[in-house]
């Protein structure tokens, strides 16, 4: 953090000058460059703050330093390909991108998923909204001071990784769906690793909540700061856990479901008082509730396909192409051209950590998309820091952005 | 009625509400897509004041440009506003169609989620809404002319350096050697609002980017 001479700096008397007896205190409006580049912008966010002494009377956001332009490339590529590129834009939760993108060609397409897909995706949807949430719990934290729940919750953040990583081959922006499926079946053995996971990590949020729950300096320094009531919430856009802890219970899981969410008996969990307490309280309540679903995704799920078995979506099975010549044209004309959606323009809501996240995709009837807007939740959450700060104490304000949990290539896209 | 109790009668077809606001279905919607609505431009304030009464927000805008788009369209631009209810889960989109540098009027004083969301709209289309407290671009750099996701923006070209200064405009060489015409915007910001196109010649003699 750096101050910026934007208004003139305070006057210093000089030695040899004495100060007059009763002089007048020097006050100013004080303006402070937070970041880009400062661990507490969780990536790179530059905040000016105007300052009056330590109570901040406005904040300015500066965005776009990760802006790569990401809608513009995805009317450049295939459709299949521009799942390389959804998981880019929010990478601690990128499976909720994925699906948000796969759902919403495969609505284009007309595809149908087997369940046993649909079952892999909601296991990993859930696993990417713990992964996101730990680091939540362990870099919000480490903000507010607090160094060991980071060592905490990034042990359960590495298992987590690994179970990507085995089923996938990445531990980052995976880009493991496909439209119509998913790119490969899971190895064996993955899901006895996610059922470990599960114990492991029911365990790691008791071990959290002792850590800090009850610390006093964590209960001072986060209850009854940066308050946003459900109305303003609801006015300021606020979608997912930070809706949520203001009272509102909206939950595309529940109220829009989609991968067959809607045979999993999970609750959706509000508080009441908006302030920084209940937005990390609903956050490791929900990872509890992610935990449930899981272990419920794994007991539905049974041996099958992982793709559509449709030729005109999915690529042929590799052996096949020795065998048949219709499997090698198909092959080639998925992998040169890809496929032509019919015209028309589709929105599919999805609920990742953190909150709805929306390709509205139209499609011209050619192989790449005509345009995507990504709906992308950080973005219009980081708005409310210009409310929720103002009049709360610098200190707070890093409390405040930590709890509303940006991340930064999902705000820039 | 208050705005936050879910309404009795729990369905989320918004035809009802549609017709109580008077809206004009979109002719182009097709199934697949989100119930949606034609707006006029002028007519789009007073109808979000009417949803945001009825508890509803804002989720998003999208700005389109229907310039290379296959089949025709009553204007250029299109503005999508994505507006759900957040208790009874009904979704409507309101569509308004812009002509070039049409202004449209600014949402921000119906929903404090306008704000960003016209930013970007601005900044990545260009489309000017007024009333709105701090038009900005957002996400792309200061020194950006233009607006990416227009159809008519150039991309993956940069002019070609040579020695003493000489730029090879690559949109602009190439209209040279085929005949054809060099599209609508060159790599100049201000070619990108089509203002000067025809006067610069191929290659340029001296200067180079502003």
Same mark, same amino acid.
């Given at each position: ?20 007896? &009763?002089?007048?205190? #020097? ?14 912008? !969780? ?20 965005? &776009? ?5 990401? /809608? ?20 601690? !939760?990128?499976?909720? #991108? ?32 713990? #992964? ?64 470990? *996971? ?33 109305? /303003? ?33 999970? /609750? ?61 044209? #198909? ?7 890809? *496929? ?74 | ?141 200061? =020194? ?53 196109? =025809? ?12």
């Amino acid at each position: 953090m750096t101050t910026l001479p934007q208004t003139p700096g305070p006057r210093r008397t000089s030695s040899t000058e004495k100060p007059t007896e &009763g002089a007048l205190l #020097h006050t100013e409006m004080l303006s402070l460059n937070v970041g880009p580049q400062h661990p507490s912008t !969780h990536g790179v966010l530059r905040l000016v703050v105007d300052m009056d002494g330590e109570r901040v009377s406005r904040v300015v956001v500066h965005m &776009g330093y990760l802006h790569t332009g990401f /809608e513009k490339t995805f009317e450049h590529r295939t459709y299949q390909q521009g799942v390389t590129y959804a998981p880019r834009t929010d990478y601690l !939760h990128s499976f909720g #991108h994925e699906l948000a993108w796969v759902l919403g060609v495969e609505k284009l397409l007309g595809a149908q998923v087997p369940e046993r897909a649909q079952v892999i995706r909601v296991i990993l949807h859930e696993l990417g909204r713990i #992964h996101s949430h730990l680091v939540f719990v362990g870099t919000g934290l480490l903000d507010l001071g607090a160094l060991t729940p980071l060592f905490y919750t990034f042990r359960e953040k590495e298992s987590c990784q690994d179970i990507f990583e085995a089923i996938s081959g990445y531990r980052m922006n995976q880009g493991y769906f496909r439209v119509g499926g998913l790119s490969k079946d899971a190895p064996e053995g993955w899901e006895q690793m996610v059922a470990r *996971f599960c114990d492991q990590q029911e365990r790691g949020v008791q071990e959290y909540l002792n850590l800090f729950g009850q610390n006093p300096i964590f209960l001072d320094r986060a209850t009854d700061i940066g308050i946003i009531s459900a109305q /303003e919430a609801i006015d300021l856009g606020l979608t997912g856990p930070n809706l949520r802890a203001s009272g509102v219970p909206l939950d595309h899981r529940k109220n829009n479901p989609y991968s067959g969410y809607e045979n999993y008996d999970f /609750e959706v969990l509000t508080t009441q008082k908006g302030d920084c307490l209940d937005r990390f309280r609903i956050r490791i309540l929900e990872i509890e509730q992610s935990i449930r679903i899981i272990r419920q995704a794994l007991a539905r799920l049974r041996p099958g396909l992982v793709q559509d078995p449709n030729r005109k979506i999915s690529l042929p099975p590799r052996p096949e192409l020795e065998t048949s010549m219709e499997a090698v044209i #198909h092959h080639f004309k998925l992998v040169t051209e890809g *496929f032509h959606p019919p015209l028309g323009e589709v929105y599919v809501p999805v609920e990742t950590c953190r909150g709805e996240v929306g390709y509205y995709v139209v499609s011209d009837g050619g192989s790449m998309p005509y345009r995507v807007k990504i709906r992308s939740p950080s973005f219009v959450n980081v708005q409310a820091l210009e409310y929720a700060c103002v009049g709360a104490q610098f200190a707070d304000l890093i409390t405040i952005l930590a709890t509303i949990d940006p991340v930064l290539g999902d705000v820039d896209r | 009625m208050d705005p936050l109790t879910p309404r009795q009668d729990a369905s989320r077809d918004v035809t009802p509400l549609m017709q109580e606001l008077r809206l004009t279905p979109d002719p182009f919607a097709g199934s697949l897509s989100e119930p949606t609505a034609v707006v006029e431009p002028g007519e789009l304030r007073h109808v979000a004041l009417h949803l945001k009464s009825r508890g509803f927000m804002l989720m998003d805008s999208v700005g389109i440009d229907y310039l290379s788009y296959p089949q025709p369209r009553p204007k250029r631009f299109a503005v999508l506003h994505n507006i759900y209810h957040p208790y009874d889960h009904r979704r409507i989109f309101l569509r308004v169609w812009l002509d070039d540098r049409q202004p449209l009027d600014s949402l921000s004083p119906v929903w404090r989620a306008a704000h960003y969301l016209e930013r970007e709209v601005y900044d990545l289309i260009g489309v000017e809404f007024t009333d709105h407290p701090d038009l900005r671009k957002i996400l792309t750099p200061d =020194d950006l002319e233009g607006h990416p996701l227009r159809k008519d923006f150039p991309i993956g070209e940069s002019p070609t350096l040579f020695r003493e200064g000489r730029f090879l405009d690559p949109a602009a060489f190439r209209a040279g050697l085929s005949g054809q015409d060099g599209g609508l915007t060159g790599w100049r910001g201000s070619l990108r609002r089509g203002s000067l196109r =025809d006067m610069v010649p191929p290659v340029m003699p001296q200067g180079g980017p502003k």
